[in-house]
């Protein structure tokens, strides 16, 4: 079993930057491809991020190219996701989940573990 915890969200104005760190608990954590994911009032949730166990691959939804940036510090079992230049369509509830197999894959399916989410609003 694998517990995440989520922080780093808050209200923001467009324009301005938030960085999401979750930490993760065990041992295995680098081993563990690590993702970002997001749901928006009314929508589905959608793949934001994702690294691979040592960081060396990264993955982002088009929207977000250019604006975050996923990392990862293994020492510490954490995972961040930098967000800048905000966007009022980023506003959303983001959840940072684990894929134990080190896939670094896009869809929801391949993760096993799930934070509770942090909620970032971005005003205009």
């Known amino acids: 079993q694998v517990q995440l915890v989520e922080s780093g969200g808050g209200v923001v104005q467009a324009g301005d930057s938030l960085r999401l760190s979750c930490a993760a608990s065990g041992r295995t954590f680098s081993s563990f491809a690590m993702g970002w994911f997001r749901q928006a009032p009314g929508k589905e949730r959608e793949f934001v991020s994702a690294?691979?166990?040592?960081?060396?691959?990264?993955r982002y939804t088009d929207s977000v190219k250019g604006r975050f940036t996923i990392s990862r510090d293994n020492a510490k079992n954490t995972v961040y996701l930098q967000m800048n230049s905000l966007k009022c369509e980023d506003t959303a509830v983001y959840y940072c989940?684990?894929?134990?197999?080190?896939?670094?894959?896009?869809?929801?399916?391949?993760?096993?573990?799930w934070g509770q989410g942090t909620t970032v609003t971005v005003s205009s």
């Open positions: 690294i691979s166990p040592r960081g060396g691959i990264t």
């Open positions: 989940a684990v894929d134990r197999f080190g896939r670094t894959r896009t869809t929801s399916e391949a993760f096993d573990y």
